[in-house]
């Protein structure tokens, strides 16, 4: 197998799952954890050793893996854990010792069903919702109750939070008594369908997160995951699915998917139960992941319905059901794709912009080079050439949300816009820096261009924006930085280096190993800082809980010596972009929306809590009504300027006429958060999301809200903006007196 470079958002792409289980004959779960432990050591790029520091480590972040809300586990449990594991867990780990992943799960295990069989007794108390209490929400950093005393007083609370918010939900299925004791039900047959495997799999993955937040051990189906990835095809709705406190969250739709055809679904939903057809309501809060995508996944042309509380839901208690055919979901679908957009400017002169999206830096790694092989940079020349062919005066490259992939495509991709030269670089765990250079002296555009990226933009987007900036070839706009990942993976097949755990086979699984850190050619590291935009735009999705510093464990910034590289010579007016747009920005209610909702999002963070009383509940839901309403109709009374959008995708890229789009394809691309085959799946079963996942601090309703009246204010700022530089490159000495490069 080649081994593979590849740079990655962290979201789980959890398309296919299914439970592992090893047979008599297949590997032993012991020699697994020795050859995991051992490739750590000895290929991670720290090179750190699995020592008594690690093991302390290691064993906090397992206890939060399994108990990620703090509710189970008490202080005792934690002091006691730490006695006995806390300086031996990583030896434990190298001799093959299984006994603390079992043990230690065990214990939480019985803490689970013990919970649960009290509070089966609680929710059968009167509840009169009148009080002035308030239950905190996220407890990832709260302390561990110190007893189980304090634990009961913790669940009394949290008990009365839950029968309230299924007393205000309007489509409830069940009165809250029995939702309530249904879902513990399912709880406990969650722990119960839990196989050794299953434990030593989510032991593994805990471990090698211990060293980066982007290594990870995959197991055997997790491993024909990522293969199925990689031939860009599979069968269900196309949403990419994230556990997220109890519920499987939508974290992506897959472009051309029927999930994402239907458009109700949205990034952001929770799935709160699943039916297949006309059958019965199942619930799915706080059910195995993997279990919920195996319900939403099944036979072709077949109907399944989800039941979801909307990312655009104030309150909690709302539900939605949504009815969805599956279908094969073909992942070349997620390919770049273009828009030429026709509009007039401020004098009437009509503007011909090309927008490409591309979902990520995806490569047919197994046949790189060879004809018809898929390749980023080749679907991208193909649709730079479309567009100057229609007379595009300026490009726009969208990169929002995407996640990475190769590093080599990231590469190539930015050769389509600089002469030849440096495009990143690259050092390995020993000091040795090397350089990856685009050789290609062709430029395929050379007009006006801007790199749109957010938050979530991540590693091989990183790579293309800061080298775009380096050179001064183009400018960014977007959230204040991108994501901040500065680092490479590869996968290792453990049966293939290990050949006594399966004969060459993938029984193993796999481990998804950082091995490089990259840098720009200025010397810098996106690590952790990101590319910062030239031009900051108002998104909800800029906030610090969202990128590589949030997570747990990401490694250190640094930097490297620069290398010599040619600037591009052309002015990019970079001054006074910032100012024009800082003028329609400030008279824009979309943005203002925005704003709004980022400071309501970061208020409920901050703040961590939800009341417990009924009537102050019903007026949030209210208040949350009248804003929906109010900007609804503010909105009907705007007049959006006309425009001509044409859809340019890879099909369609040869044939003579131009395909006009409707308004909900040339409005929505970025919402449809695609999953290219270059992005690697994450573990199956993530029991602790990272703080940078965590989308209670994410506010999605304000994007969701937008897009349902076709208004997109980021994509229609950043034309504006490449309309502002297409006017100031055609008088370039008329703006120098009062512009800066």
């Known amino acids: 197998m080649k081994s593979l470079r590849l740079l990655c958002l962290p979201l789980a792409l959890l398309l296919v799952a299914s439970t592992t289980s090893f047979g008599a004959d297949e590997p032993d779960p012991a020699q697994i954890e020795i050859s995991v432990g051992r490739l750590l050591e000895q290929g991670h790029y720290s090179r750190k050793k699995l020592d008594e520091k690690i093991a302390q480590v290691f064993l906090k972040n397992y206890l939060e893996g399994l108990d990620y809300n703090r509710l189970y586990f008490t202080q005792k449990d934690v002091d006691l854990f730490t006695a006995k594991y806390g300086n031996s867990l990583s030896g434990d780990v190298l001799v093959g010792n299984t006994e603390p ?176 057809g006309d059958k019965e309501f199942v619930d799915a809060v706080d059910m195995k992941l993997d279990k919920v995508v195996e319900m939403i996944r099944g036979k072709k042309d077949t109907i399944v ?183 490479v993976q590869t996968m290792l097949e453990i049966g293939r280096i290990m050949p006594f755990l399966g004969s060459g086979n993938n029984e193993a699984g796999a481990l998804k ?19 910062e935009s030239d031009v900051h735009l108002p998104s909800i999705f800029d906030q610090p809980e969202i990128g590589e510093s949030a997570l747990k464990g990401p490694m250190p910034y ?28 400030a008279a824009d209610p979309e943005f203002r929306y925005i704003v709004e909702d980022l400071d309501a999002a970061k208020k409920r963070v901050a703040d961590n809590k939800v009341s417990l009383n009924e009537k102050a509940r019903r007026a949030e839901i209210e208040q949350d009504k009248v804003r929906k309403d109010t900007r609804t109709a503010a909105r009907e009374k705007i007049k959006h300027p006309e425009a001509k959008v044409y859809a340019v995708t890879l099909d369609n890229v040869s044939k003579p006429e131009l395909q006009l789009a409707t308004n909900e394809k040339a409005e929505k691309p970025d919402k449809i958060a695609p999953t290219g085959p270059a992005k690697e799946p994450k573990a199956e079963v993530k029991t602790t999301p990272p703080a940078a996942e965590d989308e209670d601090a994410l506010d999605e309703e304000a994007e969701a809200e937008t897009k349902t009246v076709g208004v997109d204010p980021i994509k229609e700022e950043t034309l504006n903006i490449l309309r502002d530089l297409i006017d100031l490159s055609r008088a370039p000495k008329a703006a120098t007196a009062s512009t800066a490069k």
């Open 101 to 276: 992943a079992f043990k230690i799960f065990e214990l939480y295990k019985k803490r689970v069903e013990d919970r649960i069989a009290k509070n089966k007794e609680l929710v059968k108390g009167k509840f009169e919702f009148t009080s002035d209490r308030t239950v905190q929400i996220n407890r990832q950093k709260a302390a561990w109750p110190k007893d189980e005393a304090d634990a009961d007083a913790l669940w009394r609370d949290r008990i009365e939070g839950e029968m309230l918010q299924e007393a205000l939900a309007k489509h409830a299925l069940n009165p809250p008594l029995k939702t309530l004791t249904r879902r513990y039900d399912q709880v406990l047959r969650y722990l119960h369908e839990q196989t050794k495997e299953d434990i030593i799999k989510g032991f593994l993955t805990i471990l090698a997160q211990t060293y980066d937040p982007h290594s990870e051990y995959m197991s055997r189906s997790e491993l024909e995951n990522f293969q199925i990835q990689m031939r860009l095809g599979l069968i269900g709705i196309g949403a990419v699915l994230r556990s997220d406190d109890g519920y499987a969250k939508i974290a992506e739709l897959v472009p051309g998917g029927p999930a994402a055809k239907d458009a109700r679904l949205k990034v952001g939903d929770r799935v709160s139960a699943v039916a297949q």
């Open 305 to 487: 319905r989800l039941q979801v509380i909307p990312a655009s839901a104030a309150d909690p208690s709302v539900r939605k059901v949504i009815e969805i055919k599956r279908d094969e979901i073909k992942l070349n679908e997620q390919e770049a794709k273009a828009e030429i957009i026709e509009r007039p400017g401020p004098d009437g002169t009509a503007f011909r912009l090309g927008w490409i999206v591309l979902p990520s830096f995806y490569a047919d790694m197994e046949h790189s080079g060879a004809a018809g092989a898929k390749s980023t940079t080749k679907d991208v020349l193909a649709l730079i050439n479309r567009l100057k062919q229609e007379n595009v005066q300026g490009i726009v490259m969208d990169l929002r949300r995407n996640g990475g992939g190769s590093l080599d495509e990231a590469v190539n991709l930015t050769g389509l816009f600089i002469k030849k030269g440096p495009v990143v670089q690259a050092k390995e765990a020993n000091g040795n820096t090397h350089v990856l250079k685009d050789r290609d002296s062709s430029i395929a555009w050379d007009g006006p261009l801007i790199v749109c990226c957010n938050r979530l933009s991540a590693s091989a987007s990183e790579i293309f924006a800061a080298a775009i900036q380096d050179y001064g070839r183009g400018v960014i706009v977007g959230d204040a930085s991108t994501f901040g990942k500065g680092t």
């Open 513 to 531: 190993l950082t091995i490089q850190k990259f840098y720009r050619i200025a010397g810098g590291s996106t690590q952790l800082k990101g590319v």
């Open 558 to 585: 640094d930097t490297v010596a620069p290398v010599d590289f040619e600037k591009w010579e052309h002015s990019l007016f970079k001054k006074e972009l910032v100012s024009r747009s800082a003028v329609r920005i």
